[in-house]
């Protein structure tokens, strides 16, 4: 990390990102936020706590994932 009298204001900035790189980053972050909650609810499932799985799953319908059985399965709609 600089010191802040080695900063010039005037200096260079991080490049802005394209539209279609922001794209990509946003769809690759949101894929690995999906990918975190199925591991937390198959986590959860694991230790015997479908009923919590099932109200987290149901309270972040935006991950796509219904606790069917124990077991965490793709919401179909």
Partial sequence: MKR???INPLGEERPNPSEEERENLRGERLQRE??????????????GECDMAEQLANRNSNWG????DGIVMERID
């Fill in 4 to 6: 802040i009298s080695n």
């Fill in 65 to 68: 994932y219904e606790i069917v």
């Fill in 34 to 47: 999906r990918d975190e909650a199925y591991q937390m609810l198959v986590e959860l499932c694991n230790l």
